[in-house]
């Protein structure tokens, strides 16, 4: 039998869709809408950052994509569910959200004082916790009705491998959050299954992004994470671009409640240090 492009085409067609994509201006949320736009996808773009997220949006015109910027702080409530109900109003559909935007809860107490637990800022700690997971909740909360009317729908949370093992070199908030938003994706999954959504998770590793300042992009920093990887190196975000479309598109149709790491081997690679300890 000959090969069938056409029905490996169908498999990520995601040309008319509707998408948002939180923390679009860089790193991570960039290369995912990247990828969803440049596969036909109708991207609305979510940041913090009014300049970053400009320059990004005009790049995207340029190369004939069709996005929608949207400047919000994610732990703005109301500012999500406002961006939700929008999208679905101005584009008359909304198949895939993608959770993506976070912050830094500051260096794990193995890189600074600052990051042991007797010197956790309270004050940092709620900030990381209404935006690395609040406002995720929030996000998906919204999402349901206007994909359940149609049966049909994909949410994917950024979590971390952080929030899966132990993770020393990042500040609580974060490892703690992630680990939330890792339960929270199996809870919902299991609630909105009937309904034709599928919710998911991506725990990456090191990737090169501008999280904690580009703190990772320094010389020494990213040592240090890169010798966790067996792959031996830090992840440019591109690399995340192939299951980002994969989650939010229709190949991923028996694929729900997952948390699916991209991460060099670096859990793998800490099971067998564990296992060759014994």
């Not at 995601?14 to 948002?20: D, K, N, Q, T």
């Not at 830094?104 to 209404?130: I, T």
Request: charged residues 20%; glycine residues 10%; hydrophobic residues 45%.
């Amino acid at each position: 039998m000959p090969p069938q492009p056409d029905a490996v085409t169908r498999l990520f067609d995601v040309r008319g869709h509707s998408v948002i994509v939180t923390g679009a201006a860089s790193g991570l949320g960039l290369a995912i809408a990247e990828v969803m736009a440049d596969a036909g996808a109708v991207v609305t773009l979510v940041d913090i950052d009014p300049d970053g997220l400009e320059r990004v949006a005009a790049d995207f015109q340029e190369r004939g994509a069709e996005v929608r910027p949207c400047v919000l702080d994610v732990a703005d409530l109301a500012g999500i569910e406002r961006v939700v109900a929008e999208t679905a109003a101005e584009t008359g559909r909304l198949d895939a959200v993608f959770a993506n935007a976070g912050i830094s809860a500051g260096p794990g107490f193995a890189f600074m004082e600052s990051g042991r637990l007797e010197n956790v800022d309270l004050v940092h700690w709620q900030k990381v916790l209404d935006t690395n997971l609040t406002s995720v909740l929030v996000l998906m909360r919204a999402c349901v009705e206007p994909m359940r009317a149609r049966r049909y729908g994909r949410i994917v949370v950024t979590s971390s491998v952080g929030g899966i093992q132990a993770e020393p070199t990042v500040g609580y908030g974060y490892t703690a959050t992630k680990a939330a938003v890792n339960n929270l994706v199996r809870h919902a999954a299991i609630e909105l299954a009937p309904y034709g959504i599928l919710v998911n998770a991506i725990a990456p590793g090191p990737f090169r992004t501008n999280i904690a300042g580009g703190r990772i992009k320094q010389p020494e920093v990213a040592a240090v994470f890169a010798s966790k990887v067996p792959l031996g190196r830090i992840a440019e975000p591109d690399e995340l671009k192939g299951l980002a479309l994969f989650l939010g598109s229709p190949a991923s149709s028996y694929v729900t409640g997952t948390v699916v790491t991209i991460d060099g081997g670096e859990l793998a690679g800490h099971h067998f240090a564990q296992e060759g300890t014994h």
